[in-house]
């Protein structure tokens, strides 16, 4: 079985275990990335099947303290950069009240973060008024349309972090619409 890692990150260090091909590479912003590759039987009449699944494990947990650390400064945050065009992305979904796109560090096939415009203080759910009421149903219904376009509807997760202990690493409120593959419980 031959494998083929292309990464702008350290050459990675293969180790295999029978029919498992377990890559380790320890790039900067990372402290393990570990790509699993599995192999379903081979039928002479059927092409291989492998199943891919990349894990991302970055000390989340220092990167969120640092990030509320400083959540009341009150300058843009990367999504405020990315409504403004600021900051290129790649857009799914639009309209006058959210904003939906690719998140750049995918841990599911589809993963998507779906933002509204304006922050107006929602910087984290824990921080939700009754104001919030119509933006808050605004973002699980465009959550849908965004699953919708992107043919997950019949299986997808919407994922919230609030704050440091949930990893909460941009303090402006945002949803995670992950799918394209089994989902596993419990999350976490």
């Not at 377990?22 to 379903?40: C, H, M, N, Q």
């Not at 640092?66 to 309209?95: H, L, Q």
Request: with cysteine; net charge positive.
């Amino acid at each position: 079985m031959a494998a083929t890692l292309t990464t702008a990150f350290p050459p990675p260090i293969f180790f295999r275990f029978s029919r498992v091909l377990r890559a380790y590479a320890i790039p900067k912003p990372f402290s393990k990335l570990s790509i699993d590759v599995l192999r379903a039987p081979s039928y002479s009449l059927r092409p291989e099947r492998r199943v891919c699944h990349i894990t991302a494990s970055v000390n989340e947990e220092a990167s969120a303290k640092a990030a509320a650390a400083s959540v009341d400064n009150g300058g843009p945050t990367i999504f405020d950069k990315i409504i403004a065009r600021e900051i290129p992305s790649t857009i799914i979904y639009e309209d006058d009240k959210v904003l939906a796109f690719r998140d750049i560090n995918p841990q599911a096939p589809v993963h998507v973060l779906l933002i509204p415009k304006f922050r107006d203080g929602l910087t984290q759910l824990g921080k939700a008024e009754s104001r919030h009421a119509e933006i808050l149903g605004h973002l699980l219904y465009a959550a849908k349309v965004v699953a919708e376009k992107e043919g997950i509807v019949d299986g997808f997760r919407v994922v919230i972090n609030n704050g440091p202990e949930a990893c909460q690493s941009v303090y402006h409120l945002h949803l995670h619409i992950l799918g394209g593959r089994q989902m596993k419980w419990p999350p976490g």
